[in-house]
Every structure is written in C-alpha cells, then in structure tokens.
C-alpha cells in the first residue's frame, strides 16, 4: 500500500472514530430523554455528518454495499420483510453506527483500499448551492469542513468561530442579493451591508423574513465571535458553545435553502 493511500485511510479512520463517539453520546442522550428537543436536532446533524463521510467512502455511488447500509438504516420492516413507516431516532443512531463500524473494519482490511480510491472521484457537496455568490460557495464549503473535524478533534474555540463566521457569510449574501433598498425599505440602518455588525445583520435577516429566529439559540459568546482575540478565551467556549453554533448554522442554512 502506498504511503499516500495510507494517509487517506488514516484520515478517514480518525473521522470515523469522531462519529462513532458522538453517535454513542447521542445514543445515550436518547435513552434518557427521547423527545430532547436539543438532543433530536443534534441527532439530525449528526446524521447528515455521516450521511455525507458514507457519500464519500462509497465514491458517491447508491449502488455501493455502504450507502446501501446507509439507507436501510433509516427504515422499518414488517414481519414480511416490507418497508415501513422510518425507525425512532435511538434505533437509527443504534444502526448508522453498526455502519459506521462496518466501514471502520473495511479500512481497516489491507485489501480494502479501493473503497478509498472509489471516494477520490465522488463529486463535491452541495451543501451550499443556495449562496448567490459562486465564488463564495468553494471558500465556504471548505470552513464548514474545517468545522466539523475541529468539533471532532475538540476544538471548540475554533469550531465555534468558524461555524459563526459561515453563518455570517451566508446571511450577509441573502442580504446583498435582495438589496438595500428592500432591506430599507423594511427598516434596515443606512451603510453598506459589510459595515454592519454581527448583530445587526442577523436582526435585518430576521425582520425581512429571510431567516426565521433560530439564532437566539447562539450562546453569548458567539454574538461576540469577531472580538475573540480580546474578550473570548479558550476555555470559555464550552462543547455545548461550539455544537449550538454548528446547530444553529444548520437551522439558517435551511431558512435560507427551504428545499434542502
């Protein structure tokens, strides 16, 4: 085996063993309080975290025996075998990390190294499509990556900041592309939209409905993200600081794409 191939291998088993400790954290979260609001919406991100590593180890393929795996996790089956109404939450995260392991054991397997080179040809996500500007969407694409594998390797501060600074992005071009004379028009303050605070352009996206109000949701510590170099530390930005961000992100990436 190749060094380089060995890299990737490496890499994909690191993040693998990421999702499977917080698919165990969810599990447990589950058992204990089924209806947890926090813990279902965590649960969901999760799953789209897995959802997309699965994408890229199968080489974007339905037809490849994990994605395969990945789909009947979410179903139920009658006692003839048939499809039914989709599994409560504790089973399917019970499941996706049967899957999970299962692809732990393939890369771990000297012989399994095509199901890396089959990943290399996956096409790209499209998480961020609904962004207007196209030469935003790769830069962003990336920062939301860099994200997760830095909540992964438990590195809240730089979580929380970056998931913050997406989150600011995206809102800032929903602003731009509707322009400052509807934005005025509802009340917006005068100045260029780069200009604004924080703040102030989550409050203007709110008040012209391009978002609804998920971001009251953000922990103190992420309305100041942009002066953490002054008033924010390290050990002030707990687990729970960084994760809240990274589900508030989720709830504005669907406002601002319904369709996702």
């Not at 179903?75 to 996706?96: D, S």
Request: with cysteine; aromatic share 6%; proline share 5%.
């Amino acid at each position: 085996m190749d060094e380089s191939l060995r890299n990737q291998i490496e890499t994909h088993l690191s993040h693998l063993q990421g999702l499977i400790s917080r698919g165990y954290q969810l599990r447990y979260s589950l058992a204990a309080s089924p209806r947890d609001g926090s813990a279902i919406a965590a649960t969901r991100v999760w799953q789209e975290d897995c959802g997309v590593t699965i994408n890229q180890l199968s080489g974007g393929s339905k037809a490849h025996w994990l994605a395969r795996s990945f789909s009947g996790a979410f179903l139920m089956r009658t006692a003839a075998g048939q499809a039914a109404e989709g599994a409560p939450p504790a089973e399917i995260v019970k499941r996706l990390l049967d899957v999970l392991e299962q692809a732990v054991a393939a890369l771990s397997a000297t012989d399994e190294g095509p199901i890396i080179s089959a990943s290399s040809e996956a096409p790209p996500p499209h998480r961020f499509d609904f962004v207007h500007n196209a030469e935003l969407r790769p830069v962003i694409e990336q920062a939301y990556i860099d994200s997760r594998q830095a909540l992964e390797q438990g590195d809240y501060e730089r979580a929380l900041l970056t998931s913050c600074g997406i989150l600011e992005a995206i809102v800032t071009d929903a602003l731009e592309y509707k322009g400052l004379v509807a934005l005025a028009a509802a009340g917006a303050p005068d100045g260029n939209i780069p200009d604004w605070s924080f703040n102030t352009r989550i409050a203007v996206a709110e008040k012209t409905g391009l978002i609804r109000g998920g971001c009251a949701r953000l922990p103190a510590v992420a309305w100041a993200y942009r002066d953490h170099s002054v008033e924010v530390s390290k050990a002030t930005i707990s687990e729970d600081d960084a994760r809240r961000a990274g589900q508030v992100l989720h709830v504005v990436m669907r406002d601002l794409d319904p369709g996702r």
